[in-house]
């Protein structure tokens, strides 16, 4: 083995296949869904969009929760206590993936998307509620199409430590694209949200039952053996 004098060799691990053979019972239930978006106009597109894309994951076989951010404090303008703050936090809890699908408003997601990211911690005790989560990434738009919201969701997501799939749904004048019923009209646009939706079940049967070992980092290792030490060295003391 190459000499590497400044790692601690007690921490390293060298990833290997029969580790993932190795992690546990398979998770069997549906894949549990969390759907969120962006605007509270009567007529939202990023809603109407989140609705499609729900029940396209129905017909997959995912459980599937929609959070309606209606009522939703700024971040810091209420407590952690607030009923819809607990229900946001309960429900990425109970999730194992989620969609964000946000309205391009200003050349960026909107301001209430990023008020439903930003209430989401990244920490609850020592559980990180995101970590290893696969996300699925969409915008409507009112104009031509762009993908500056998705890009910023895609930070956040890897902010987050969540898995983010490759595929994403960026939809054009998301009012030529709806019925007077709220249904998508068969198009491209809808053909891409199939996609980023059956990409992102295959993603979550793929990495659920071992998203822990997939996160897993030498330097949160060794940052919790120093704890560790630390505290055994006080104890004794």
């Known amino acids: 083995m190459t000499a590497l004098p400044n790692l601690d060799a007690a921490l390293f691990k060298r990833p290997l296949t029969r580790d993932f053979a190795a992690i546990g019972s398979q998770i069997t239930h549906p894949p549990r869904v969390l759907l969120l978006y962006g605007s509270l106009r009567e007529r939202s597109y990023s809603k109407l969009c989140t609705l499609e894309a729900e029940r396209l994951l129905q017909a997959m076989g995912a459980e599937t929760r929609v959070f309606n951010p209606s009522g939703l404090p700024l971040v810091d303008d209420a407590p952690e206590s607030h009923p819809k703050v607990q229900e946001l936090r309960e429900l990425v809890q109970w999730s194992e993936a989620m969609v964000w699908c946000s309205p391009e408003r200003h050349g960026a997601m909107t301001g209430l998307m990023k008020t439903q990211i930003d209430w989401i ?73 199939v996609d980023v939706m059956e990409e992102l079940i295959k993603f979550t049967l793929l990495t659920r039952n071992s998203a822990a070992y997939l996160v897993d980092r030498y330097s949160e290792r060794k940052e ?14």
Request: hydrophobic letters at 40%; charged letters at 20%.
């Open 224 to 237: 919790s053996a120093a704890e560790l030490s630390r505290r055994v060295n006080q104890a004794g003391i």
């Open 121 to 193: 911690p990244l920490s609850v005790g020592a559980v990180r509620p995101t970590q290893g989560k696969t996300l699925a990434v969409m915008q409507v738009s009112g104009g031509s199409q762009s993908f500056n919201a998705v890009n910023q969701m895609r930070i956040l997501g890897r902010w987050m430590r969540m898995l983010t799939i490759p595929n994403q749904s960026s939809v054009a004048k998301a009012f030529l694209e709806f019925d007077e019923a709220g249904r998508m009209k068969p198009s491209s646009y809808y053909d891409r949200i």
